[in-house]
């Protein structure tokens, strides 16, 4: 797993295994994954633009080929020894023909393109559908791992040279050659074989130096793609935690950061720049003398009276002719070079595999009651620091468990389990006796309606938040669901209702309005398995009371699970789990477990304590009395205290 993460973070072939040998092999491997976008299955349709493209790319090369005898056959006309005995009609209708064909030219590279145009955006779209959804099949584990905006730096580089490489590979890269065979067939026939010879060869020098050259750039176009794509991922982070740079007051040190890596691009982006004025200044100086070297040809042939004034413009003009798709041609290849790295980059992407699939022929959970049961579980990444260890309880349908612990103890994982983000090590998970490893993924996180601790939302409406539980729900369940969260009277007060956008992660709401759309997007989802991770912990006193009330609701004849910090919330639960380090230390109801005096006990002592200094702190401001500092201050912070 780890080496195929590395694979799909790099941007060219591995330092240690890779080589030329091994980036063709690759670069043909993508390329050939890329053959059947161009004739996608069932596309009658795309398969039909591609044939009139290719008879367009061929017509517009047979057109291109003759013109330059167009070309010739007027100047000869028009030479002072013919021009008194021909006919003026002669040399005019050359003129036009010359003129139609030119037209031609460009009209069927246009035809071709356009016709094109949707087959290349097809095979592009679905190709980033693709990747998307790959992304979205990886585990917990992957994306805990990477950083979004490297990801999508990725994707978007990725999508991009499919494009380029399906629009130039097509219809540059192989005309050209086509059209200088044509080229090399006609001079050795109209002329003499010496002129296909010296334009063969003049062609092939300027390839090879192109090839070279762009081979040896390419180390530089690689090393600024890795230092764009850190750079936009600090910059993404950056962003998207504006609030806590602004607490600390480290923009200036976000700045520098950000800076160090643009100083490292700035370097790269020269060293490419002053590198493509020697490839460019190589190629002109080949092509140039090839062409010197040709005109002079003719000029003998003209001299020794074996050529015409209008054969040696046609040699010119099938040099220049030849000259814009080669100049075109480095600039392909390099785009085409860079096209590959970034494609690479994203098929090593996808190659990364999907940590938990289905089992083939996985049926749906059935969803009876929705009794849970964890069986003897553990979980661990290393077998020498275990997450859970032999966890084992029971939640029957309809009644609720709380599992509460010191951060560390592996409650948030026990959730993640249960979602089925990460398979366990051992023993079994089962809902209404399907261990959850047995049936489709979709339909389980169906049956379960998740209220986070740490709710993000989209950079959409408060409506598209609250519906998202329920993609079809009706603007008056959605409306619906939010009174039962207390927050309905809140949305109507806003000038725009439930059509005001929350921002960036949702940062415009305060922490217990994003925590009450996340219960009314819950209760749109209607599951018949609820799991509160902290569901109030952003809520003041008198709100954390309503929405209790609330979840004691929706809760009642469903199965929930109750992860929590704030013993408070947990006092109604049908048992209460204790975990520490990933055991279970004691079970119980809320009275057992303070008759035991243990640890929960003791736990409960300290937020008891913390509680009333805060109410005392509230009396205070309430009555105009100073707010306690210093050491008395510190009882008010919530700490998840660990045991005694």
């Known amino acids: 797993m780890a080496r195929r993460l590395k694979l799909a973070t790099r941007s060219g072939p591995d330092p240690v295994t890779g080589g030329p040998a091994v980036e063709r092999r690759r670069n043909w491997q993508t390329l050939l994954a890329m053959l059947p976008r161009l004739w996608p299955e069932g596309r009658m349709d795309l398969r039909a633009r591609v044939m009139i493209a290719v008879l367009a790319l061929v017509a517009a090369k047979a057109i291109t080929v003759y013109v330059p005898f167009l070309y010739k056959e007027a100047v000869d006309r028009l030479s002072p020894e013919t021009v008194a005995e021909a006919a003026v009609l002669v040399p005019v209708m050359l003129i036009v023909a010359y003129g139609v064909g030119r037209i031609m030219m460009v009209a069927l590279a246009q035809l071709r393109d356009a016709v094109f145009a949707k087959v290349g955006q097809n095979a592009v779209r679905e190709l980033a559908v693709e990747t998307f959804r790959h992304l979205h099949a990886l585990s917990l584990r992957f994306h805990l791992e990477r950083r979004t905006g490297g990801l999508s730096r990725v994707i978007e580089r990725g999508t991009k040279g499919v494009d380029f490489l399906l629009r130039f590979s097509l219809f540059n890269i192989v005309p050209t050659i086509i059209e200088l065979v044509l080229v090399c067939v006609i001079l050795a026939y109209a002329f003499d074989i010496r002129y296909s010879l010296v334009t063969a060869s003049t062609v092939l020098l300027y390839m090879i130096f192109t090839f070279a050259v762009t081979e040896w750039r390419t180390r530089f176009r690689r090393e600024m793609n890795d230092l764009d794509t850190e750079a936009n991922t600090k910059a993404v982070d950056s962003l998207l935690n504006y609030e806590t740079v602004k607490y600390f007051g480290n923009e200036e040190h976000e700045t520098r950061r950000f800076d160090r890596s643009m100083s490292g691009y700035e370097r790269a982006a020269i060293k490419t720049t002053t590198s493509l004025s020697l490839l460019n200044t190589g190629q002109t100086l080949i092509f140039s003398g090839g062409l010197t070297l040709l005109m002079l040809m003719a000029a003998q042939g003209i001299a020794e009276g074996a050529l015409t004034v209008g054969s040696f413009v046609m040699i010119n003009t099938y040099l ?37 699939e289905d ?15 964890f069986d003897d579980v553990s979980f661990y990444y290393d077998p020498d620091r275990r997450i859970l260890d032999g966890v084992s309880f029971r939640i029957p349908s309809g009644r609720t468990l709380a599992i509460v612990g010191p951060s560390g103890a592996g409650k948030s994982t026990i959730a993640r389990i249960l979602f089925r983000f990460y398979d366990i090590s051992k023993g079994a998970v089962r809902v209404d006796g399907q261990d959850i490893r047995d049936v489709t993924q979709d339909t389980l996180r169906a049956a379960i309606g998740m209220v986070p601790q740490d709710t993000v939302l989209f950079n959409d409406t408060i409506r598209y938040n609250i519906r998202y539980g329920r993609p079809e729900a009706t603007d ?14 809140f949305i109507e007060s806003l000038p725009q209702g439930y ?16 925590q009450r759309v996340a219960i009314a997007r819950t209760i749109l989802k209607n599951p018949p398995i609820l799991l509160l991770d902290e569901a109030t912990s952003a809520l003041d ?27 408070s919330t947990v006092v109604d639960a049908d048992e209460i789990l204790v975990l520490d380090r990933g055991r279970v230390v004691e079970r119980g109801t809320h009275e057992t477990l303070l008759a035991l005096g243990g640890a929960y006990a003791a736990m409960w002592n300290r937020q008891r304590e913390s509680e009333a200094a805060r109410e005392e702190e509230e009396k205070l401001l309430e009555t105009g ?11 008010d912070v919530e700490i998840d205290p660990g045991f005694a």
């Open 320 to 356: 220049i002719q030849l000259y814009q798709p080669l100049n075109l041609l480095g600039t392909v290849y390099r785009e085409i070079r860079q096209a590959l790295i970034d494609m690479e980059t994203m098929f090593d992407l996808m190659q990364v595999p999907a940590e938990i």
């Open 541 to 567: 006193t008198h709100t954390e009371r309503e929405i209790q009330a609330a979840l004691r609701r929706i809760s009642r004849d469903r199965t929930t699970l109750i992860i929590a910090h704030r013993l």
């Open 476 to 489: 008056r369940e959605v409306e619906e669901a939010a009174e039962l969260a207390r927050i309905g009277t």
């Open 499 to 514: 059509d005001t956008r929350v921002g960036e992660r949702g940062l415009k709401l305060s922490g217990g309005e994003k």
């Open 625 to 635: 009395g100073d707010r306690p500092s210093g050491q008395d201050r510190l009882a």
């Open 359 to 373: 089992k083939p022929g996985a049926p749906a959970l059935r969803v009876h009651g929705g009794e849970i049961e």
